[in-house]
């Protein structure tokens, strides 16, 4: 049950649009051509230092944690060193009415906007990027062939060690990097930087506790003109937890709630950063929990929901502006702020506790996109807990993700961590288990390379049949191939070859990243980087990944399969026969399509032929991509993730040997291609897991979708949890849940095709949803629209 | 079929992942084809004859013509509907069927042996085991195939797997009694279409004399007694009179049976009947205030009722 305070706050979010803002990029114009001269890391601190002593103290109505990354509620930055303000420019009328993503922009805020924005033509990241990657590379990406990440964000996915800022304040982070710097008399060009980066570390750090301060004076002034005592009162105690906190360890679970937000909107002040992660709350956040809440009893546990649901509710608040292409790829206002909770201590106990559950309960309540729940689960996990989460996944809510420790805590091992740093691992990114501690940094996504277009290059010998350009290698005419091994091997060096060009152009954006771009603030809550003197940037932090991706990983297994099936082993049709189907997406042979589509094993049936390739071919890409280092010491990490990029990047694909024509999005991350999974949910997690996910580091997203009928009751609860349970009993490491609605099924309806898959399940009674008649249909939406009611 | 190495074979009309509807947990239904009951309702139509046929569906066909040319008696035309076939012309040869890369035409059974079938039973071990589910073996009617249902059921038991019946209760006794007494069957759903032998014969074909007696049969035995849960069919205005029902509930309350299922009508089954060349009669089901009536009848008498089987 929502408080009424917290009904309101959540009724004004789903009311309000978001809006970009013309202040910070006022602000930090002015303060550009103020410091520009500094050495690179104390002029970026002195620009976000100025922001912070200057922008708008913004409390609102009912809130009891504040702290805002802009002047105005669910507001937005630009932020032209890193994006072009070439197309911050051109697209400045179409932000507010474009489909994918809107922000409102005020008129006085555009006038703003576009008087500021001509300082900063050509010196973004994103300009800079265009001067000096080569010809081929962005001829490829601008082809949605492959894409190389860092060419227009920032260096960001922080999940910082909360537990020092909440131990020792950021008042103790500034007199430790003073520490080091009257320790050290620089006789090396590497002394210098760490200098200048812990005087960097210092004046940001300034710069929070004086926004602090400043929101301190705010609340006293509203408290002053406030005739509600209670709101009075609230006010007051606002404007003490912003007197004590981040400076001091906080005193009060309130005053912890509001550090961590704290520190978490300013990194979105700081720099457009994405995917900042609450890591492990249930632990760091534990102590202050017991303390109020159960030894002392300074506030009722409803107290504490409802100052959880407050925080909760800023971090829907906060936003990055994509371009129209990322707005496609990343759709929905996609932040990534992963909540962790549950799994075990470093020495391997449960760690859960009743603010785990208190977390799961608060996202229960507000059923918000932010923050995304992860619940770890390991051998001692209490099945309170995991019911809970098994619940809310039966109500449709999708949330939270379900996390094997088991197979984490390998991944977070082969990524540098000792046993007890992988036991306490985090989630830094979406889904990528990394060791835990704050202390590990996954650069966001280096790259993702399109499957689809592998396929296509194979097929036409390295051109591009969409444009009929060479662009991939001459791996010789597929007609001469004798056999399927042949077929598997031109597609190998084809991937690897553009796995190498990601890498090669992202070692090159890391390089500029760390000459123009270090991250100050981000990067001293990140353990290990004042310790080095280095930023996140220049591989500060302990341990250090970037992480490589891919899309249409489904449609390159299926096609192997249906050409070893169709072509090598049976001779349905020959290759040629093959080339020139897809070329012509079927037109006129839709028989060959269903061939195609019937015959030959798909991914997501459990058959261990066609799960087989799969593993094959995402071993392969990790094994080669795992071994090679990036730019600051760190090495890359594969994961089967594609968010939503395996839409753009199926627009620009044609028709592929599994049967799917050209245009259609490629598969969902780890999923089966939709509507090829016939055999039910049970075999589908099986195919999943049986990639052998743990060497694959950065972990593989699978989404999984249950008709409500399948799980409804309490028995639901069982099947989901057993479901859940035997994924991750077959090595598993993510699974999240959809329980399909109404809207689905209509789709199902529209498109029976991509809905194959779609049982229908009753006592005994079994048929596919796309075999029965409309009047059916209509009876099965009907009634299931009924019990989503519930 | 018996081979040598003790293998037998069944006739399978399909093997079902992810049941959660046929007995505890998750778990796999086996659907063996052929039934000596012909109930007006039923909803896997398709498993009703004990020869092979073939499913038309006519969603999934593109039109391409090949089922034509490749028939030899020229029983299938293209009309204005769509694809039909000639059933009394049609001589089961299945080529159709190979030539139909659509899967509009497809064979609705498949011999399959006892080992085929416990190779797919077994890649859900891990979901049986974690949510106490098993293998179902449904129909059809399970004691057409007594002797194989019986080896699947021994095979089952060799890798530690439950087995639930779903079962008609029309059969040999000795059979049933066979099947029902291994170890690892741990639930019987149990039908009762109706308890008037009047009404039966009319909506299935068959007296329910045998049925009764088999369950009588079954309800002697406590430990199998136990496993039993009674389903109903419910179809308004045919098996849903109050007298039908109370004279159910009592036979139910005598015989110490403690729980029982209720399935409303659906007409899923319609269409699947016209696919296979057959026509079905549209019932509807008792209304929500009489199936609640009905749970109560049968609550009062210490059976705890379920409604499965919505749409």
């Not at chain 1, 189907?581 to 066609?610: M, S, W």
Request: with cysteine; aromatic share 8%; glycine share 8%.
């Amino acid at each position: 049950m929502l408080t009424p305070r917290v009904a309101r706050l959540r009724e004004k979010y789903f009311n309000t649009m978001p809006a970009i803002t013309a202040e910070r990029l006022v602000l930090a114009t002015e303060a550009y051509k103020q410091f520009a001269g500094d050495a690179v890391p104390i002029f970026r601190a002195k620009v976000v230092n100025h922001i912070m002593e200057n922008m708008t103290t913004l409390i609102m109505d009912d809130e009891l944690i504040v702290g805002t990354a802009t002047n105005v509620y669910r507001g937005a930055n630009l932020h032209p060193d890193f994006q072009s303000s070439s197309w911050y420019i051109s697209d400045i009328d179409d932000f507010s009415t474009r489909e994918k993503d809107p922000y409102y922009i005020s008129p006085e805020d555009k006038k703003l906007i576009l008087e500021t924005l001509p300082y900063w033509e050509g010196k973004a990241m994103e300009d800079i990027s265009d001067q000096v990657m080569p010809q081929h590379i962005q001829e490829l990406e601008s082809d949605d062939i492959i894409c190389v990440g860092l060419e227009n964000g920032v260096s960001g996915e922080t999940t910082c060690d909360h537990e020092k800022i909440l131990t020792v304040g950021i008042r103790g982070y500034i007199e430790e990097c003073q520490k080091n710097i009257d320790e050290m008399l620089p006789q090396t060009m590497e002394d210098q930087a760490k200098v200048d980066f812990w005087k960097a570390c210092i004046i940001q750090a300034e710069g929070l506790i004086t926004y602090a301060h400043r929101m301190a004076e705010e609340a006293e002034r509203q408290a002053a003109a406030c005739d509600d005592p209670v709101r009075k009162q609230e006010l007051l105690t606002i404007a003490a937890n912003c007197r004590v906190v981040p400076e001091n360890p906080p005193q009060t679970f309130m005053q912890a709630l509001q550090a961590v937000w704290f520190v978490h909107v300013y990194f979105h002040i700081e720099v457009c950063t994405t995917a900042c992660g609450f890591g492990r709350f249930d632990q760091y956040m534990w102590p202050f929990y017991k303390k109020d809440v159960i030894d002392e009893k300074n506030i009722t546990r409803e107290e504490a929901l409802e100052m959880l649901e407050c925080m909760y509710l800023k971090s829907c608040e906060v936003y990055e502006v994509r371009d129209n292409w990322y707005a496609t790829a990343f759709a929905g206002y996609p932040m990534w702020q992963i909540l962790v909770v549950g799994g075990q201590t470093p020495d391997g106990k449960d760690a859960s506790n009743d603010l785990s559950m208190l977390c799961l309960e608060a996202a229960d309540d507000l059923k918000t996109k932010q923050p995304v729940m992860a619940l770890r689960i390991c051998e001692d996990t209490p099945e309170e807990l995991i019911r809970f989460g098994c619940k809310m996944t039966q109500e449709g809510q999708a949330n939270p993700g379900f996390f094997n420790d088991e197979t984490a805590i390998k991944m977070a091992m082969a990524k540098g961590g000792t046993l007890e740093e992988a036991r306490d691992w985090t989630i830094v990114g979406c889904i990528q288990a990394a060791p835990g501690g704050g202390g590990a940094d996954g650069s966001p996504d280096a790259g993702y390379v399109n499957m689809g277009k592998m396929i296509e290059f194979v097929l036409h010998n390295g051109v591009d049949p969409a444009t009929g350009k060479l662009m991939g290698l001459e791996t010789g005419d597929p007609r001469d191939f004798k056999d399927i091994e042949e077929f598997k091997d031109a597609l190998k060096k084809q991937i690897k070859h553009h796995y190498g060009l990601i890498r090669t152009g992202y070692n090159l954006m890391q390089s500029i990243h760390m000459n123009r771009y270090p991250v100050i603030f981000a990067s001293m809550v990140t353990k290990g980087c004042v310790e080095s003197g280095k930023s996140v940037q220049h591989g500060g932090a302990l341990h250090t990944t970037a992480g490589m991706y891919v899309t249409g990983a489904s449609n390159l297994a299926d096609s192997i399969a249906a050409v070893e099936k169709c072509v090598f082993e049976d001779k349905d049709i020959t290759m040629d026969e093959l080339i020139h189907a897809c070329d012509t997406n079927f037109e006129g042979q839709e028989r060959i399509r269903q061939l195609l589509l019937n015959k030959p094993a798909k991914y997501g049936n459990d058959d261990p032929h066609v799960d087989g390739i799969y593993r094959e071919m995402m071993h392969f890409v990790a094994d080669n991509v795992q071994s090679w280092a990036d730019a600051r010491g760190g090495h890359y990490a594969f994961g089967i993730d594609s968010q939503t990029m395996n839409i753009p990047h199926g627009q620009v694909t044609g028709a592929l040997p599994d049967g799917r024509l050209a245009g259609e999005p490629l598969n969902d991350a780890a999923s089966p291609m939709m509507g090829r999974d016939l055999k039910g949910p049970t075999a589908t997690v099986k195919s999943v897991a049986a990639m052998d996910q743990a060497p694959l580091q950065e972990g593989a997203l699978f989404n999984l979708r249950f008709d409500p009928k399948g799980v409804a009751g309490e028995k639901g609860i069982d099947t989901i949890e057993g479901v859940i349970r035997t994924f991750f009993d077959n090595g598993g490491e993510h699974i999240q849940i959809n329980v399909v609605d109404n809207e689905t099924l209509k789709a199902a309806q529209e498109e029976p095709e991509k809905y194959k898959g779609l049982m229908v399940r009753v006592a005994g009674y079994m048929a596919y949803f796309t075999e029965l008649d409309k009047s059916a249909q209509d009876t099965i939406i009907y009634r299931t629209a009924h019990l989503s009611q519930k | 079929m018996i081979y040598q190495n003790g293998d037998i074979e069944l006739f399978v009309g399909n093997i079902q992942k992810f049941s959660v509807e046929d007995g505890p947990g998750i778990r796999t239904t086996v659907f063996l084809k052929g039934c000596p009951l012909r109930c007006a309702w039923c909803h896997n139509p398709e498993m009703i004859r004990a020869d092979q046929q073939i499913m038309a569906s006519r969603a999934n066909c593109i039109g391409c013509g090949s089922c034509i040319k490749e028939c030899h008696l020229g029983a299938i035309e293209m009309t204005e509907e769509g694809i039909a076939i000639d059933r009394e012309t049609c001589d089961l040869c299945m080529e159709c069927t190979k030539v139909c890369f659509a899967e509009a035409l497809r064979p609705v059974a498949k011999k399959m042996l006892v080992s085929d079938v416990m190779e797919v039973v077994l890649q859900d071990k891990g979901f049986y085991d974690n949510t106490g589910g098993g293998l179902t073996i449904s129909g059809g009617e399970v004691l057409m195939q007594a002797v194989g249902a019986e080896t699947l059921i021994r095979e089952a038991a060799k890798e530690g797997i439950g087995v639930c019946l779903d079962t008609s209760g029309y059969g040999d006794p000795r059979r049933l009694m066979a099947l029902a007494s291994h170890e690892n069957v741990t639930d019987i759903l149990y039908d009762i279409k109706s308890i008037d032998d009047e009404v039966h014969q009319k909506f299935t074909g068959v007296s329910n004399r045998q049925i009764f007696e088999n369950l009588r049969m079954l309800c002697e035995k406590p430990k199998l007694r136990e496993k039993i849960t009674v389903r109903m069919p419910l179809i308004g205005g045919v098996n849903d009179g109050p007298s039908l029902i109370r004279q159910t509930a009592e036979l139910c309350e005598r015989l110490g049976i403690g729980k029982v299922t209720l399935l409303p009508y659906h007409d899923l089954g319609v269409s699947k009947a016209r696919n296979t060349g057959t026509q079905q009669e549209i019932f509807s089901p008792p209304g929500e205030e009489r199936l609640q009536e009905i749970c109560d009848e049968f609550e009062a008498r210490g059976i705890k009722p379920e409604i499965l089987g919505r749409v």
